[in-house]
């Protein structure tokens, strides 16, 4: 449905993929604030350089396959896929060397701590006699150069795969004078960087990739090689759904294979190549000059991550903190579920630990009073602890169902074994739909209970990630309301059973009424400003891309609703408008944790702090798919001391926020204004820390 009572024009919209580039941008641009320990700030240049890669391998390579596929169809902004990857290329380019400027500096920043990257000219002939050794015992026996010949075709290069390229004397006495062509990948199992000594507490070290081209004689003897490069190629990794599939899993194991092996869309090549050598590999990758991107320095800056585990001194990273364990839990001894059943609980990770949900899986599953066990996993660690706890569950008799989500990308080999590991011990293991992906976070737990049963739910804003957990903030609803419960066990039987949710009190849920729910929501506010009354409206998400939401949100800028919002990543809504979106505000926090949960408020004729206003939390961003693609939740909060820690604590100290926040600008740009004056700066993740806030027992935050 598209809203036709406001004028929209495509000027009024930022393009989806450009957006994101922008707001990796702003990641790196972390790695050259000097304010940041030196540790984190190689850690922001990996990060970027890491999305990057995965823009390419997905968001990239869709729109050249759009644009060589002859598709038409517009972005919301108007763009054509060929327009589309002319504009994203241009960025990724100038992204590029962004990052390899800021390596630059940090490299000889590195230097001030005693780590050294020497380049190949500046290796003494000391250095080198001590480093052969090290080559021939081990490096050279696990590398396996490839001559191209007839009989050598041109062996498979992984994704991201970092490779050596030489051009040689031929072979025979035939080939002489012909040049022979070799191909060497580089093994991933190989350290990086290889330490070569130590002097004055200087740590010295060098690529493994410049370790072989200073003994690419001892890997060629008697061999003259003429020319040598290397090149990292990224390849389109998506997978797309076939709905003739009968096994969803046999058909994921194959796709997974297949992306091995999808198309090379990028292709990363150390500057000053030779021609000769620019040309055989252009050729061979089966790409165009448009997609070859000449670096200057090491390729991959994702792999800089492993120099931060070098010396991990506390004098350049951040400081330390302990996350707390919510307090009501220690007051009861541990119980979790007695904690619950006495008030609801939210968990604020990272600052408060997710050992809580955990431990609330873990109880379950030893507790003989607990009957059944349903929970949602899209993501987890390896080694989960969530997935122990759930197979201890059923080896223990109970009832155990498990919805794994195949189409979890990147994670999908690592779901099929953990769904394997389930099924053998006695879990029913569910894979929801072929043409919807199952995002809620969402575990319900029944206990018998003086004769009666009583339902526990666990919702979730992220993954049930141990590990995510630490750096994304995220929120862990807990509670023994049975009417959520009943909301949350349709959910659970729409997945596994195809059986469509009735009337639903306090949960809206996608593909169904989430959408309409956000609508309704906003028109309520739109009704109240028209009246003349106190409207207002604030959100925080990843994305928000519906352009349903966008028009809508424009009408609500329009009739006078005062609007907040807090995107970490893409943002297709332009604020600033004259007479369209004056009153949106539009900011993005990025810090020293990934923020990930979803609010959604709404003031229904009140300000900020408010006991009134509707309050949710979700699983899902404003996105075309999670709104009409997925199955999400969207929870309405109803306790009073959890509505008031969600809203007046958590909400209000993202838009506070002055350290962390970079503010959207109706050109797309964002600006980044640290605020000098000590009484009225903030710093969310800070406060946070410092702060027990949730316990309500933090000092208070609105001043």
């Not at 004078?177 to 070569?196: A, Q």
């Not at 809580?356 to 996993?377: E, R």
């Not at 706890?389 to 990308?409: F, M, P």
């Not at 997925?630 to 001391?641: H, P, S, W, Y």
């Amino acid at each position: 449905m598209m809203l036709n009572n406001i004028k929209t024009d495509k000027l009024q919209y930022f393009n989806r993929e450009l957006s994101w580039l922008k707001f990796n941008d702003r990641v790196l641009s972390l790695a050259s604030d000097r304010d940041l320990p030196l540790h984190e700030r190689m850690n922001f240049l990996s990060i970027s350089a890491t999305n990057l890669d995965e823009f390419l391998n997905v968001r990239f390579s869709g729109l050249v396959g759009q644009y060589k596929s002859g598709v038409s169809e517009l972005s919301i902004d108007g763009k054509s896929p060929h327009e589309q990857v002319q504009a994203t290329n241009t960025q990724i380019s100038t992204l590029i060397d962004t990052q390899y400027s800021i390596w630059g500096d940090l490299s000889s920043e590195l230097k001030n701590v005693n780590i050294n990257i020497l380049k190949l000219n500046q290796i003494s002939q000391e250095q080198k006699a001590s480093l052969k050794q090290y080559f021939l015992d081990s490096i050279l026996p696990v590398l396996s150069p490839i001559a191209i010949d007839p009989a050598h075709p041109f062996p498979f290069i992984p994704n991201l795969g970092l490779t050596m390229a030489f051009v040689m004397n031929g072979v025979s006495k035939k080939s002489k004078d012909e040049n022979l062509y070799v191909i060497l990948p580089i093994p991933s199992t190989i350290e990086r960087f290889i330490f070569v000594n130590e002097v004055e507490k200087q740590k010295t070290f060098i690529t493994v990739e410049d370790l072989v081209e200073l003994f690419a004689s001892d890997l060629f003897p008697n061999k003259k090689i003429f020319d040598i490069t290397k090149f990292r190629i990224l390849r389109d990794t998506e997978i797309e759904i076939q709905e003739e599939s009968e096994d969803l899993v046999v058909f994921y194991e194959e796709a997974l294979q297949r992306r091995k092996r999808g198309e090379v869309v990028y292709v990363e090549i150390e500057n000053q190549t030779s021609s000769l050598l620019m040309e055989f590999i252009k050729n061979e990758m089966n790409v165009e000059d448009y997609f070859v991107k000449e670096i200057d320095g090491i390729l991959g800056l994702e792999s800089v991550r492993e120099l931060t585990k070098i010396n991990p001194s506390s004098l350049y990273s951040y400081k330390k903190f302990s996350p707390r364990f919510p307090e009501r839990i220690r007051e009861h001894n541990g119980n979790c579920f007695a904690a619950i059943k006495q008030k609801d609980i939210i968990v604020h990770h990272p600052y408060e630990s997710f050992d809580v949900v955990v431990q609330f899986l873990q109880q379950a599953s030893q507790d003989p009073d607990v009957l059944t066990i349903k929970q949602t996993l899209y993501r987890t660690s390896d080694n989960s602890p969530i997935v122990r706890a759930l197979i201890d569950a059923a080896q223990s008799g109970k009832t155990v169902t498990a919805v794994i989500e195949l189409k979890a990308r990147f994670d999908e080999e690592t779901n099929i074994k953990f769904a394997r590991d389930m099924e053998r011990a006695g879990v029913h293991v569910i894979f929801g739909f072929l043409e919807l992906k199952t995002h809620a976070k969402a575990t319900l737990i029944v206990r018998k209970e003086n004769s009666k049963l009583v339902t526990y739910t666990h919702l979730g804003t992220g993954n049930y990630h141990p590990i995510n957990a630490k750096i994304y903030t995220d929120l862990s609803f807990f509670t023994a309301d049975q009417n959520i419960a009943k909301d949350i066990n349709q959910l659970f039987n729409y997945v596994t059973g195809y059986v469509e949710p009735g009337k639903m009190s306090n949960i809206s849920m996608s593909p169904f009424n989430l959408h309409t729910t956000l609508i309704n929501e906003i028109n309520n506010e739109i009704k109240i400003a028209e009246s003349g009354g106190e409207a207002n409206i604030w959100l925080k998400m990843n994305s928000l891309i519906d352009q349903n939401i966008i028009d809508l949100l424009y009408k609500a800028s329009s009739a006078g609703v005062k609007i907040s919002i807090v995107v970490r990543g893409i943002c297709c809504l332009v604020p600033g408008l004259k007479g369209l979106s004056e009153n949106i505000e539009v900011k993005s926090i990025i810090g020293r944790f990934l923020e990930h949960s979803r609010i959604y408020c709404f003031g229904n004729g009140n300000r900020l702090p408010s006991d009134s206003a509707n309050v949710f939390i979700s699983s899902a961003d404003l996105m075309p798919r999670n709104l009409h693609r997925r199955v999400e939740f969207l929870a309405r909060i109803d306790n009073k001391t959890v509505h008031r820690q969600i809203l007046d604590q958590i909400m209000l100290a993202n838009i506070k926020d002055t350290e962390n926040s970079w503010t959207l600008l109706s050109n797309g740009n964002s600006i980044r204004k640290k605020d000098t004056n000590n009484s009225t700066r903030f710093d969310a993740h800070d406060y946070f820390i410092n702060n027990p806030s949730l316990s309500g027992r933090g000092k208070s935050i609105h001043k």
